[in-house]
């Protein structure tokens, strides 16, 4: 055997051993999981990810290959968040709610801490129309664009583990919801006016608050819109007073619950 043909064996050995390591190491994640499960710890748990960072980092020093494992490891990272959430939620999440209760915020986070796909629906049309939602509304109508929402709803049902942020409008058409279940757990947020006021109090792209954006005009609107949130949703998380991690981890577990049932 020539040099060259012994170190591309030596190569093909160091492959073997990344592959048990990294099977090893998804096994181990599998472990965590399942006793987080079994003691009723959180399964977020954002301060552990931030220490392995700070591990590696020591680790490697002034390593010269090191921006290159750091990027090996980012795709590890990756790739345990979605066994985790493959084996945790094998559905799409559907978010739905009031305008404020944090469906665009928790979506993002989840999808975060998760590697899910994110599909935030207001946003996808306003890309696709190149317009934003308040002139989809002037120029169109609002009948216009909640047709869009349905046909977008629609083409999501051939997608899988994604998190799909509804405008807060979505769950009202009995067609939407009918559609929304039939690829995923609907998820419904909720906050009182209050609450809702001051976070869109600020907001220039809701125009269905036009006029109204005040606690008693959100109030009234809520009011009207309740029953079919309700009627709509597989579980439900109120959010006030709570940072956007509690939130994630309550809808985690109540999920988690359903599935056990
Ligand atoms: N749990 C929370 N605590 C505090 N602020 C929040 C929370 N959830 C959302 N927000 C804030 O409220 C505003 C509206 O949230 P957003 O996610 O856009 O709501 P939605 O998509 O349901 O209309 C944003 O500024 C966001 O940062
Ligand atoms: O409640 C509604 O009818 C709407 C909510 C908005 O989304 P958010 O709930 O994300 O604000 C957006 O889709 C549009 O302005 C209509
Ligand atoms: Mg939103």
């Not at 980012?74 to 959430?85: W, Y």
């Not at 899910?116 to 609002?142: K, L, P, W």
């Amino acid at each position: 055997m020539n040099d060259l043909e012994m170190y591309r064996e030596q190569l093909a050995l160091c492959d073997d051993k990344i592959i048990d390591a990294l099977v090893e190491r998804n096994a181990i994640v599998e472990k965590i999981m399942a006793y987080k499960e079994e003691y009723g710890m959180p399964i977020l748990q954002p301060q552990q990810e931030a220490k392995q960072a700070a591990r590696l980092k020591e680790k490697l020093g002034d390593n010269k290959y090191r921006e290159e494992i750091y990027d090996v490891f980012r795709r590890i990272n990756r790739n345990s968040k979605r066994i985790q959430a493959r084996k945790l939620f094998d559905y799409n999440i559907i978010l739905i709610g009031f305008m404020g209760a944090g469906k665009t915020t928790i979506s993002d986070y989840l999808s975060t801490m998760f590697a899910m796909n994110i599909v935030e629906m207001d946003q996808v049309i306003e890309e696709r129309e190149e317009m934003s939602i308040q002139d989809i509304f002037a120029t169109y109508g609002e009948e216009y664009f909640r047709e869009l929402e349905t046909s977008l709803l629609i083409e999501m049902q051939s997608r899988k583990n994604t998190v799909i942020s509804c405008g807060g409008g979505v769950a009202m058409r009995e067609r939407n919801v009918e559609e929304m279940k039939k690829n995923g757990r609907v998820v419904l947020l909720t906050a009182s006016p209050e609450t809702i006021y001051e976070r869109v109090k600020d907001s220039r792209n809701r125009p269905v608050l036009n006029g109204r954006k005040n606690v008693e005009g959100i109030s009234e609107l809520m009011e009207q819109r309740r029953e079919k949130y309700e009627a709509a949703a597989d579980v439900v998380v109120n959010t006030d007073g709570k940072t956007v991690l509690q939130v994630c981890e309550e809808m985690i577990q109540k999920l988690t619950e359903m599935e056990e049932k």
